[in-house]
């Protein structure tokens, strides 16, 4: 008697696992952050066959297969090897980190990845910048449409480097045909970050520029995962935008938040900034209070045509930053210690650093004179 046909004989035993026939996928910066949260969604997917997670350290993922590494390292094409996608999210943007340094690991680790993945063979790669590389300019659209051409300059903390990671992007299917870039973009990111727009919201005030129109949209890092997932799945493709739909102007935020505004003229609220800056007493460059006073809210028409919908809504994900930072004060960009925040008092800290810049245009001035 002949055996069964193998078909016949999984269909008689439910028990029998079916292949995965979905991509093999290479996270990097997959120990921590957005990285490490895409690397526990993606292994637990039925559609991913394999995920191969690299860092400079190992990260909670016991599913993935680690390889440690530096992503700046030659050596990672062999580990990108048998590899579909790369998802590439071993970025810095920490606000402390030195300027240099930053940018030297970000525009190095992306041209390395980019040029190893066309290497080995992999056929698509998903980097993943932000919406701040439109640009937040007093004429720009509401919402600015995901082609918009991309306005920002390199003065906000990190977004040089981002503006450098699109060039490559743009650039890499030229000088490497058949590899296939993909580029995602969210907005004002929440969920376990730390940006100088989280950090606006760990102020006693919010600082409202005169004459400014601030719209807020948020991303949670749930829904950027989810979206990074259908880049992966090749369920969308090109430059596409992700984030709550709609937006909050400051008015909503600052009755959803409770915390009142403090509203300086745009020259004395940008002076300190950039002298603060330059003295050393805040991390965050002026550039990045133009992300607070005009709006970069982006439509997600990409993402929502491939059938993609955000989970979280922009009141929840402000409220659900506001419970994080809370307990937090940052004045001017500069996280005070608890100390500093009980000696300073909440708007008198603000004012103390606001006004440090003039204390030291006063003191040049006077040395002139002497």
């Not at 922009?314 to 100390?339: D, F, I, P, Y």
Request: one cysteine or more.
């Amino acid at each position: 008697m002949s055996s069964p046909d193998p078909q016949v004989r999984a269909a008689r035993n439910p028990s029998t696992p079916s292949p995965v026939r979905g991509p093999v996928v290479a996270v990097t910066g997959a120990a921590s952050g957005v990285g490490a949260l895409l690397t526990e969604r993606l292994a637990a997917s039925e559609e991913i066959k394999q995920v191969i997670a690299i860092d400079e350290r190992r990260g909670d993922c016991s599913q993935a297969q680690w390889h440690i590494l530096d992503v700046r390292d030659p050596a990672i094409a062999e580990k990108l090897r048998g590899a579909d996608v790369v998802v590439h999210l071993a970025l810095d943007l920490d606000l402390e980190t030195d300027g240099a340094a930053r940018t030297a690991y970000n525009v190095r680790g992306t041209q390395t990845v980019l040029t190893a993945a066309a290497a080995a063979g992999v056929h698509r790669v998903v980097l993943c910048t932000s919406a701040m590389v439109y640009g937040a300019l007093p004429d720009n659209e509401l919402p600015l449409s995901e082609d918009a051409e991309l306005r920002a300059t390199a003065e906000a903390t990190g977004v040089g480097d981002l503006l450098e990671v699109e060039r490559l992007a743009r650039r890499a299917p030229r000088a490497h045909p058949g590899l296939n870039v993909t580029v995602v973009r969210p907005a004002t990111l929440v969920g376990g970050t730390d940006t100088a727009l989280t950090r606006y919201f760990e102020s006693p005030r919010l600082l409202v520029v005169a004459g400014s129109r601030p719209a807020w949209q948020f991303c949670h890092v749930e829904d950027l995962c989810s979206a990074l997932e259908y880049a992966v799945l090749e369920k969308v493709d090109g430059e596409l935008a992700v984030g709550c739909d709609g937006w909050l102007e400051q008015e909503e935020v600052e009755e959803l938040s409770g915390i009142r505004r403090m509203e300086l003229p745009s020259a004395v609220a940008l002076g300190a900034a950039a002298r603060l800056h330059r003295i050393g007493l805040t991390p965050s460059p002026a550039g990045d209070l133009a992300y607070t006073m005009y709006p970069w809210v982006v439509s997600v028409s990409g993402l929502h045509d491939a059938g993609w919908r955000p989970q979280w809504t922009n009141e929840e994900v402000l409220a659900e930053l506001l419970e994080e930072v809370s307990g937090r004060r940052t004045v001017a960009g500069r996280r005070l210690g608890r100390k500093d925040a009980t000696a300073a008092g909440a708007a008198g800290a603000t004012v103390a650093l606001l006004g440090a810049a003039a204390v030291v245009r006063r003191a040049r001035k006077a040395r002139r004179r002497i």
